[in-house]
């Protein structure tokens, strides 16, 4: 009698961890309803997108080593006031790779054009790392479209202060392209970009989580894409003279400059004073490059708040 009320109370168990699960599934699968993926074509490069909400206009722009995937999280927080659009920068993730390359000033062009044929006139434009780079090259290009910019923790190249971060050696990855490389980096993609995950992270602890990870190893892994994603970094000389000049004009709208103090945030906020006559600076203590993922809650509240 005891050991077939042990076999049945195992059997219940676990049918109540199966139910317990399948809601969870179906619950996830539900709020992943919420983020339509969509596609777009913009000067004959399909554009892929996330898009949530309704109200004023929100672009979001990831950065290297991601896609518009890590903006996920905080995508339903905006859409409850907002148009969320949340683009794979071109040659990145879904989005096509373009047959002219890619580079900060152009991707911002084809950003704005998306946004546009999607009957939004005027947005909050918000990027992290290269992506800032590119959320800036739309402001200063459209800045009567432009309401309110957020640069999140990295540098802005042609502007003071942006060689000692474009030297250094603890930065060697902005040369690391090329064939060499790709050959290098083929079938090492995990060990590749593990570096950026951990070493650019205050406690690699409190970075990126296992399965974006992964979602991003087998994006950049595709054919062709390491090579596209790199465009970004082969392009910054350009994008130096293209923001020296655009920068001679001062951006007037609100500006938000987040990073992290054991990154890029004080650099990027002395940065953004220069080019900018309303800043914002937040600085999060004890934080890396990654801060969505290292400090979600304190992240997203002041974007949330921002914009």
Do not use: C
């Amino acid at each position: 009698m005891e050991r077939t009320f042990r076999v049945f109370a195992r059997i219940f168990a676990f049918s109540l961890l199966s139910v317990f699960a399948l809601s969870l599934a179906v619950s996830a699968s539900a709020d992943d309803k919420t983020i339509a993926s969509r596609t777009e074509e913009v000067d004959g490069v399909r554009l892929h997108y996330f898009t949530a909400g309704n109200g004023p206009a929100v672009i979001l722009l990831h950065g290297y080593a991601e896609t518009s995937r890590m903006w996920t999280p905080l995508i339903p927080l905006l859409a409850t006031r907002f148009t969320v659009i949340a683009p794979d920068l071109p040659g990145i993730g879904d989005s096509a790779i373009p047959a002219d390359g890619a580079d900060m000033r152009t991707a911002a062009i084809r950003i704005h054009v998306l946004a546009r044929k999607l009957g939004v006139e005027k947005a909050r434009v918000a990027g992290h790392d290269i992506g800032l780079m590119v959320a800036y090259a739309y402001a200063a290009q459209f800045p009567s479209e432009t309401e309110k910019l957020v640069v999140m923790d990295a540098f802005l190249p042609g502007v003071e202060g942006w060689e000692a971060i474009y030297n250094h050696p603890g930065y060697w990855h902005f040369r690391f392209h090329g064939p060499t490389p790709e050959a290098l980096v083929k079938g090492r993609e995990q060990t590749y970009f593990t570096y950026f995950w951990n070493d650019l992270a205050a406690d690699k602890n409190r970075s990126l989580p296992e399965a974006d990870r992964s979602a991003y190893i087998a994006a950049y892994a595709r054919p062709g894409r390491m090579k596209a994603a790199w465009a970004y970094f082969d392009s910054f000389p350009q994008a130096a003279k293209d923001f020296a000049q655009l920068s001679q004009t001062k951006l007037t709208m609100p500006v938000l400059s987040i990073g992290g103090e054991k990154s890029l945030g004080e650099a990027l906020a002395q940065q953004m004073k220069l080019v900018a006559s309303d800043v914002t600076v937040v600085v999060l203590k004890d934080t890396g490059h990654w801060i969505m993922e290292e400090r979600p809650k304190e992240t997203m509240d002041a974007l949330v708040k921002f914009l």
